[in-house]
């Protein structure tokens, strides 16, 4: 499948391509006519999905097997600068001119690396 997400880097669009490959039983909730239904166990658990007439619904199928398979995050290169946490500029683009944090008075954290 192709889908569309956001890096989550720099939130530019990214159009990935997954291949995934699924193989689910579908079984009908309905006898059929001239065939023996099995005999199964209540106890035992069926990983088959069950239809109706002549209509199946792949969605639970599709779900359980297409999201795990996506990525937690996407970036849209493995070297994705990101945004400029002050002005909200992609840095991929080039510095944005914000002055730099290096002493760390805007970080909460910053005070931190004097108690090392």
Partial sequence: IVY?????RCLAP?????SVGVRETFRSSRPIP????????PEEEDD???YDDYTVDITDAVRETLLPA?????LCSPDCAGI????????NKG????????????????RLKDLL
């Fill in 4 to 8: 569309n997400t956001t890096c989550a």
């Fill in 95 to 110: 510095p944005c001119g914000c002055p730099s944090d290096a002493d760390g008075d805007r970080n909460p954290f910053g």
């Fill in 14 to 18: 990214v159009r990935r391509d997954l």
């Fill in 48 to 50: 088959s999905y069950g």
């Fill in 84 to 91: 400029c946490p002050s002005c909200g500029a992609d840095l």
């Fill in 34 to 41: 001239g065939e023996r239904m099995q005999d199964t166990d």
């Fill in 70 to 74: 996506l990525p937690i995050r996407e």
